[in-house]
Every structure is written in C-alpha cells, then in structure tokens.
C-alpha cells in the first residue's frame, strides 16, 4: 500500500508534540541558543539514505512529506529503482534539488557515476565510505580518489570524501584521515566531515575543520548522546551551536542531517529541521 503523505505528517505532528513537552531541557531540539547567527534554510539538507525504508515503499510521497516539511535540498544514496531520470523528475515535481550524491568511486565506472550526477543535478559526489587493513592501503586508495576528482571537476563537479570514526583512530602510528587528507588535493577532493562520527573517533570537529581548511564543505548534522547512543539532530549532546559558530567562516555550504537507524524517518526529518531552522549561535 502506498504511504499517504498526509498521513505521515500527521504522525510527525503527534510526535512533536512529545518533543515540545521537552522544550525546557538542556540538549533537545527546543534548545537552540541566543546567538546572532543561523544556519540558512537553504543550506539544509537531508541525507536520504535516513529515510530509505519509506523511499522503497513510496518514493514520491516520502519526498512530497520532506518537501512538506521545508527541505529544498536533499543528498542521495541511490535512487530506489528508478532510473536516474525518473528520480530527477520525481525531485522536481517536488521542488527539491538533489546538490549532493553519495555513490561509491572504488571500482565505479566513472563516466556513468558523471552521467548520473548531471542527469540528477549533483553539485558534488562524495565517496560514502571506505577502510582499509595498512595505510599503505589508504595511500594506494587516496590516488585513486584523487583521480576520480580530477575526472570529475573536469565534468563541472567536485568529489569529496564522507568520514566514519575509524579514519581518526592511529593505524601503524598515524591516522588514516590524516593520510587521505595528505596524498589528496583540496582542488579534486573535498571532506563532507561526519559531526557524529568525528566525535566517536575522538577527534575535535573544530580542530579538524581548521587543520584541512578550507577543504571541509558539507556537515553531516549527526547527534548522539554521552554514551555513544545515535539520535535525532539536537537531542543529543553534541554541541552543534558552538561547533558551527567556531567554523563560521571556514565555508561550510551544507548542512545535512543524517540518523543511520530511526525509529520514525519523518519524524526524524521533520525534527531535525525544525533544529537547524530555528538554531541560533
């Protein structure tokens, strides 16, 4: 059965309404500071790989909830069955723009993922996820990326690579991270810095942002609490406010909002939204 945009908005409202009940506490969603700054609107986006349970039952109703809800931008992880084409129809039928694309480089033909990402209106590619054994694996990797940038700045876009925790962690005395960083360009290769998964790894966001700048050009906005546990943007104990305030001008042009396993997708979306919306830092 088809899912009812309507329907699923409805019990996003439900939902916020346990949210708002919440607004006095420090970490939530409702906390969202008092400062002069904020997030532009369309500089919001939404990875859709956090709503892809919903996209492979209803694809155009999941994005006419996220169009619903405010988003203009999105960023792919595939295109549940549809061609490249129909998805972009899909995404403008709902005012959406698809700026980014996840899509594996590793083996990928690389003139179809370039194909794609003009049909689909992709500004940039990122490399969704990689790890290796050695760093000699890692510096081998770190030039074939470099060369897929190169091919793809060529055809008008930039390929940037997404993080995980593992990258921060020393392997043979130095961090994988700081390999791929080192044996890339920022001319071929942006980061697409994982907030959550920087925070796992042990790492500073800041300091990060800073020791590879101006290279960093899309935030994964990924909370968890104290313990480790995922949650929705803003519920967690992330201190997003301050992390942006302090990378202000170091030219982060996106801000998406990512949860691996939520318990309720639209909610997900429509709270995190809300989050980086009302924000102030």
């Known amino acids: 059965m088809e899912l009812s945009r309507r329907s ?4 996003a409202a439900a939902a916020g309404l346990a949210v708002g009940g ?80 996840h899509v594996g480089i590793d083996g990928a033909d690389i ?21 290796f054994a050695t760093i000699a694996e890692y510096k081998s990797f770190a030039g074939r990326l470099e060369a897929a940038g190169v091919a ?16 921060f962690r020393t392997l043979q005395n130095q961090r994988p991270y700081d390999v791929l960083t080192a044996n890339t360009t920022g001319l071929n290769v942006h980061l697409e810095d994982d907030l959550f998964w920087v925070v796992t790894g042990g790492a500073d ?6 020791k590879t700048y101006p290279r960093v050009l899309q935030y994964h906005v990924k909370d968890r609490t104290k313990d480790g546990r995922m949650v929705d943007p803003g519920e967690g104990a992330i201190d997003f406010g301050n992390i942006f305030r302090r990378t202000w001008h170091a030219g982060i042009q996106e801000y998406i909002i990512e949860h691996d396993q939520p318990t309720d997708p639209i909610k997900f979306a429509q709270t995190g939204y809300k989050y980086l919306a009302n924000l102030r830092f």
């Open 8 to 11: 699923m908005l409805r019990g």
């Open 205 to 210: 966001p800041v300091r990060e942002v800073y």
């Open 152 to 167: 793809i700045r060529k055809a008008g876009m930039h390929l940037g690579y997404h993080n995980h925790d593992h990258e």
């Open 111 to 131: 003139n179809k993922v370039i194909e794609d990402a003009r049909i689909l209106g992709n500004q940039k590619i990122v490399h969704p996820y990689s790890n």
């Open 22 to 101: 919440a607004a006095a506490l420090p970490g939530t969603a409702a906390a969202v500071g008092r400062g002069t700054l904020r997030v532009p609107l369309n500089a919001i986006g939404v990875q859709l790989y956090s709503l892809r349970t919903l996209l492979q039952a209803d694809a155009p109703g999941t994005l006419s909830a996220l169009a619903d809800i405010g988003f203009r931008k999105v960023e792919l992880a595939g295109t549940y069955g549809y061609s490249a084409t129909e998805f972009k129809s899909l995404l403008d039928r709902n005012h959406l723009s698809a700026s980014s694309s």
